[in-house]
């Protein structure tokens, strides 16, 4: 219990900010074919390999639960202010979790055309969406307090794309919030759910059902393609880590009152060194966790 909590405490620090996703966490853990496969027997397990998943799945939820309560707590209230500092520790998340992919999946990974341009496929992704962004340099304007249609059907797309980030070992689903324009208020939203300001409480059960929708619809389509073609896989997933470095530089320009994208100027290498550090500490978990076992 203790050791899928800490795992789950992890996975929801990741979570919480754009940078990379619990899915990276849990592979850099070493318990990520547990957990995809967990959520996948959800979907379409016997009843015994359901049970098994609800309790593992729940073990981790806890941990997950604390850690980004603590995360958003934190986050809603010095986002704006600290973002060149929290954008440098973001990118050194990134840079050095991609090498610890590499050395984890070396044995899998076949360079091949098909290989290569996956990786040019997941760097476009994540680039396109981010250039494309309609609200990057015009503020978030969002009110989730106020529903209409068109706002549902957008908090919940965006759930859905959110989650199949955070599920595979990549882009955080954070990042693709970020792009979207909706990091900053859903964190907002959910911490003034925390402090019982209801307002926001129905635009978050919206995209709790867009996350849902996401797994059920996804989940299942990572799994199969990470058995049958984990190398074109594996290069996709650090083609998008490579493309969010693209998605946190614009990162400033979706605030509600947009920002300079991140230079070198406003770069922050001491920040940008903790996001290293965070990274290889969490590797050295992994040896800790799979001797617990």
């Given at each position: 219990?203790?050791l899928?909590?800490?795992?789950g405490?992890?996975?929801?620090?990741?979570?919480?900010?754009?940078g990379?996703?619990g899915g990276?966490?849990?592979?850099?853990?070493?318990f990520?074919?547990k957990f995809?496969?967990?959520?996948?027997?959800?979907v379409a397990?016997?009843?015994q390999?359901?049970?098994e998943a609800?309790i593992?799945?729940?073990?981790?939820?806890?941990g997950?639960?604390?850690?980004?309560l603590?995360?958003?707590?934190?986050?809603?209230?010095?986002?704006?202010?600290?973002?060149y500092k929290?954008s440098?520790?973001f990118?050194g998340?990134?840079?050095?979790?991609i090498?610890i992919?590499v050395?984890?999946?070396r044995a899998?990974m076949?360079?091949?055309?098909s290989?290569?341009i996956?990786?040019?496929i997941?760097i476009?992704?994540?680039?396109?969406?981010?250039y494309?962004n309609p609200?990057?340099?015009?503020?978030?304007?969002?009110?989730l307090?106020s529903l209409?249609?068109s706002?549902?059907?957008y908090?919940f797309?965006?759930?859905m794309?959110?989650?199949?980030?955070?599920?595979?070992?990549?882009i955080s689903?954070?990042t693709l919030?970020l792009?979207?324009g909706?990091?900053?208020?859903?964190?907002?939203a959910?911490?003034a759910?925390?402090?019982?300001?209801l307002?926001y409480?129905?635009?978050?059960?919206?995209?709790?059902l867009g996350?849902?929708a996401g797994?059920?619809?996804v989940?299942r389509?990572i799994?199969?393609?990470l058995?049958?073609?984990r190398s074109i896989?594996i290069?996709?997933?650090?083609?998008?880590?490579?493309g969010?470095?693209?998605?946190?530089?614009?990162g400033?320009?979706?605030l509600?009152?947009?920002?300079?994208?991140l230079?070198?100027?406003?770069f922050?290498?001491?920040?940008?060194?903790v996001?290293g550090?965070?990274?290889?500490?969490l590797q050295?978990?992994?040896?800790v966790?799979e001797?617990?076992?």
């Amino acid at each position: 219990m203790i050791l899928n909590f800490i795992r789950g405490f992890c996975m929801a620090l990741a979570d919480s900010v754009p940078g990379v996703s619990g899915g990276t966490v849990a592979f850099l853990l070493g318990f990520y074919d547990k957990f995809i496969g967990s959520l996948d027997a959800l979907v379409a397990g016997s009843m015994q390999e359901k049970k098994e998943a609800i309790i593992f799945l729940i073990k981790i939820m806890v941990g997950w639960v604390v850690g980004f309560l603590m995360a958003v707590s934190i986050l809603a209230s010095i986002f704006d202010a600290q973002i060149y500092k929290i954008s440098s520790l973001f990118m050194g998340f990134i840079l050095f979790a991609i090498p610890i992919v590499v050395k984890e999946e070396r044995a899998n990974m076949k360079f091949n055309a098909s290989s290569i341009i996956a990786g040019i496929i997941g760097i476009a992704i994540v680039a396109l969406i981010t250039y494309f962004n309609p609200i990057a340099g015009q503020g978030s304007t969002v009110d989730l307090s106020s529903l209409n249609i068109s706002l549902i059907l957008y908090v919940f797309v965006a759930a859905m794309f959110a989650i199949s980030a955070m599920v595979l070992p990549g882009i955080s689903g954070s990042t693709l919030l970020l792009i979207f324009g909706l990091y900053v208020p859903i964190i907002s939203a959910v911490k003034a759910v925390i402090s019982f300001n209801l307002d926001y409480l129905p635009i978050l059960i919206v995209f709790a059902l867009g996350i849902l929708a996401g797994i059920v619809s996804v989940v299942r389509v990572i799994k199969w393609a990470l058995d049958k073609h984990r190398s074109i896989m594996i290069f996709l997933i650090i083609g998008m880590m490579i493309g969010s470095f693209y998605a946190i530089i614009m990162g400033p320009q979706t605030l509600s009152t947009p920002k300079a994208p991140l230079s070198f100027s406003s770069f922050d290498i001491l920040w940008f060194v903790v996001g290293g550090l965070i990274i290889f500490g969490l590797q050295k978990m992994k040896d800790v966790t799979e001797k617990a076992e």
